[in-house]
């Protein structure tokens, strides 16, 4: 995106911001359940009490009710991404279209088929056990904010929008042209939904237990089990289970910790994103910029931007840098990055000049996880005792959902139609080791960039397409 701003209005608007997620910020949030007590035993066990996990446990007694189900969050429920994100829930498990198509062009039907069900049960699911979390489902809105992006929203098909159209949909001084999808995406309140699903859960049986991190998973001999040691604020802890999932993302799993498991350290890089939102707007401005809440926005460019509306009329604003740090870096410092909230600032008050004199209230990042294929990967250890998924590169609010099924059909031993899928029997290639990692994310990133800027793809890029390799958001 071009800045122009001369006002500096954008970055004004920054001061006071609080370090903290909107969707957190709340006396609303649920207090902490308390750990896990050494001796549990379950006959399934979730690690991780984000989307993934929340999901999993969900699903696993809607499917099989009476199965004893423990989940074990190492912080708080929905703490890292899933309480950190812009709150999209999208039907497309492939990272949009061009992706699915140019990597399983055999299944993409299939696959935009399973992921448009899967976000229809997303939707039927919080209607039938009542979770208020500002579900919407308007669709998407894509822009072109540069001349050469025009092209990639196909001015001959139709649902394209000229200049003058799409500002009817949203009015933005820097729209050249637009696309609307209408059924493929929802937006939400993420942390609600995330304490709705934890709810419903317990209420059909599953346990929960935050603050107890697991420090080692080996199974049981005879192959009848997996047992597991958690520290907790009160010790260690051990528990054990006939089969584990694990959701952790971004964050290592155990596995990683072994030899035999080492593949599963380098199937991701941890990147971060960054987010604004503004105080809430007036219904007289909400009103002028032609805005329907339940409808998501994102930029049609590499580094793109994503916003929406809340639903107390916040403009939430994000995305364009992500940012990886050397070595897989995950640190409480690499939250709070003046440079980047800055330039989403400036970017901002480019986009939205008629809101000058707004305040932006929060501030905040997330690390999420990226994968070669830029979407979920699936995989197994213990026999198949034990499955993870992981990868979602920001799309997990509703690829989550059926990333639960892929596992428990795995752990039940079914062959479904989402099993059979190539995307769920193969794994992608690995990222490389340090330094080649970094180096290749920080050509591959500048690549990018110019390709924003200039609308023409380098041979790095060209390459990497060749290799089926690359670096998404």
Not at 85 to 114: I, K, M, V
Not at 225 to 243: E, I, K, N, Y
Not at 290 to 297: E, F, I, K, S, T
Not at 339 to 363: K, M, Y
Request: with cysteine; glycine share 10%; hydrophobic share 40%.
């Amino acid at each position: 995106m071009e800045t122009t701003t001369t006002t500096g209005w954008g970055r004004r608007a920054l001061q006071g911001a609080r370090p903290v997620p909107l969707w957190l910020d709340t006396p609303d949030r649920p207090a902490a359940r308390p750990p896990v007590k050494d001796g549990e035993q379950a006959d399934l066990l979730v690690v991780g009490g984000g989307f993934t996990g929340l999901w999993t446990a969900l699903r696993a007694v809607e499917r099989s009710p009476g199965t004893r189900v423990l989940l074990v969050e190492a912080d708080r429920l929905a703490e890292q991404a899933t309480g950190r994100n812009g709150g999209f829930c999208e039907a497309s498990l492939t990272h949009g279209e061009e992706n699915g198509r140019s990597r399983w062009p055999q299944e993409y039907e299939a696959l935009e088929r399973l992921g448009l069900r899967n976000l229809d049960e997303i939707e039927e699911t919080i209607a039938r056990y009542g979770i208020d979390c500002g579900f919407a489902r308007g669709g998407s809105l894509t822009v072109a904010t540069r001349p050469h992006e025009v092209a990639s929203l196909a001015p001959e098909d139709p649902g394209f929008l000229d200049a003058e159209a799409v500002r009817t949909h949203l009015d933005s001084p820097t729209y050249l042209a637009g696309r609307h999808d209408a059924r493929g995406t929802a937006v939400v309140d993420p942390a609600r939904l995330a304490w709705g699903l934890a709810e419903t859960a317990e209420r059909l049986g599953v346990r929960i237990a935050e603050r107890s991190r697991v420090t080692q998973l080996r199974q049981l001999p005879g192959g009848d089990g997996v047992t597991v040691r958690l520290q907790t604020p009160h010790g260690s802890a051990g528990v054990s289970a006939r089969q584990v999932v694990l959701a952790t993302n971004a964050f290592p799993n155990p596995l990683g910790r072994s030899w035999r498991h080492l593949r599963t350290r380098w199937e991701t890089v941890p990147v971060y994103d960054y987010v604004l939102a503004t105080e809430p707007l007036t219904a007289e401005q909400l009103a002028a910029l032609r805005w329907d809440p339940a409808v998501g926005v994102a930029d049609a460019g590499n580094q793109f931007h994503y916003y929406r509306i809340t639903p107390d009329r916040r403009i939430l604003w994000g995305g364009y840098d992500v940012v990886y740090h050397f070595g897989r870096s995950i640190r409480e410092d690499h939250l709070d990055r003046p440079q980047t909230f800055q330039r989403l600032a400036d970017h901002f008050a480019a986009t939205f000049p008629q809101l000058e004199g707004i305040r932006f209230t929060h501030r905040w990042a997330g690390v999420i996880d990226t994968s070669t294929q830029f979407c979920a990967l699936f995989g197994q250890a213990h026999g198949g005792r034990t499955v993870y998924a992981t990868g979602f590169t920001g799309l997990g609010v509703g690829a989550s959902r059926f990333a639960a099924d892929v596992m428990l059909d795995r752990l039940q031993g079914l062959d479904t139609a989402r099993t059979r899928l190539e995307m769920v029997r193969k794994r992608p290639p690995p990222f490389p080791p340090e330094p080649f990692a970094w180096l290749g994310i920080m050509i591959t990133t500048w690549a990018r960039a110019r390709e924003d800027a200039t609308g023409r793809r380098n041979l790095w890029l060209r390459t990497l397409d060749r290799l089926g390799l690359g670096f998404d958001s």
